[in-house]
């Protein structure tokens, strides 16, 4: 089964693609912001997520809040954010296109995991 997924801001998924996508942003400094980034250009480039169902990929290690993340780690991801801010408008002027309104909650599937986790670990 197949079905359509709705782009989110800061989707992350692990897919597979020709190689006529659009490459990772070198820009983007050590953890986060790479994935999610290549994903944000394609969505606004028009490409379309299709989530190939039951197969599934399980990410042990995933990290809840910015508090259990060595201070490097958030130190990255502020700076990536920075970066973020000018790479978002060159992609939109490339596409032109408008912004794409952030996700403010987490996706269901997100919180489906994190529930998941703090049930697992209790």
Known sequence: MIHTAQF???YEPFYLSLNSVPKYEERFVGYGFTRNTQTYELSVGGWTFKVLSPVYLV???IKISNQERPYWRVKQNDENREIYKKFKNEVQARYHTVQIKKVA???KS?????????TINQ
Request: no cysteine; net charge neutral; charged share 35%.
């Open 59 to 61: 990410h042990l290690g």
């Open 110 to 118: 997100v919180e489906l995991l994190r529930q998941k986790k703090l």
């Open 8 to 10: 989110e801001f800061l």
């Open 105 to 107: 909650e987490p996706s």
